[in-house]
């Protein structure tokens, strides 16, 4: 059973001092922190905790007209999880612009993997969702989103790429970056010859991809590889892998990428068992 809430009646209580201005810190750091918000990712979250997988809550906190209604959620907590409440002015206060989800909860994040380690633990039959340079938070939470409706086993993303533990990202993906696991580190360079290494079918998607997705061959082992929005993947990279495309109407250069992974996971998952 939960504590009980503990009502906050102060923005400037040192006890929330973690909820404060969170799109300041967003832009800042956190610090291994991270912030989880809305009914569904807090329901992640404490799913994510119960299970150990290297992310923990540290605090909740809520709207007072809320906190009825998430009952069974906030159960699903350890009791030494502190849950505070508070009414709307002073919430808004403290979160520093209009939270009409009214929930919120800080969160700990361990030490990623290493790419390497990460890699070289993967299933025998496994697939991966590997990006390069994706920079808006929109796409990265859609992106491991259709990574867990899928089952990829593990979301790649070289150095360039954002940071998936942004609120926005984890909202988006409505709690998956908290149980994907992931990596990011390194060149997109680098991680293709990883993935080479451990066996991996490496499929670059690009609207000039030279095979069809749906002509793609089953393999115990797939890496589907995506770049940014606009310039998509590097020459030189296209040109070390095997490329695929998403078969569309003429007229138009490009998916989104969010919306191109999504078609090309499912492909890939079908042929492969995965669903």
């Known amino acids: 059973m939960t504590n009980v809430p503990v009502r906050i009646d102060d923005p400037a209580d040192p006890r929330i001092a973690g909820f404060v201005s969170i799109k300041e810190k967003d832009l800042t750091g956190r610090h291994g922190r991270f912030i989880a918000e809305g009914t569904v990712v807090l329901r992640m979250l404490a799913a994510a905790h119960r299970a150990g997988r290297g992310v923990a809550a540290e605090a909740i906190l809520l709207l007072e007209n809320r906190v009825s209604g998430l009952s069974d959620i906030l159960a699903e907590f350890p009791a030494d999880i502190p849950v505070y409440v508070a009414d709307a002015l002073v919430f808004d206060a403290i979160a520093g612009f209009n939270m009409h989800r009214g929930v919120m909860a800080l969160g700990r994040r ?3 993997p290493r790419m390497d380690v990460l890699v070289g633990g993967l299933p025998v039959k496994s697939l991966v969702l590997a990006a390069c340079g994706i920079s808006n938070h929109d796409n990265m939470g859609s ?15 070289d150095e360039t790429s954002c940071d998936p533990m942004y609120r926005k990202a984890i909202r988006v993906s409505v709690g998956s970056v908290l149980t994907v696991p992931f990596a990011r580190e390194g060149s997109v360079a680098a991680l293709v010859s990883k993935l080479q290494a451990e066996g991996f079918s490496i499929w670059g998607l690009s609207p000039r991809g030279q095979t069809d997705l749906r002509d793609i061959a089953p393999s115990p082992r797939t890496a589907l590889l995506v770049g940014t929005e606009g310039e998509g993947l590097p020459q030189h990279i296209l040109s070390s892998i095997r490329t695929a495309r998403v078969r569309q109407r003429p007229g138009l250069d490009s998916l989104n990428v969010a919306t191109a992974t999504g078609i090309a996971l499912h492909q890939v998952a079908m042929i492969n068992g995965f669903i």
């Open 110 to 112: 361990d030490q990623a």
């Open 143 to 157: 992106m491991f989103r259709n990574a867990a409706a899928f089952g990829a086993d593990a979301v790649l993303m």
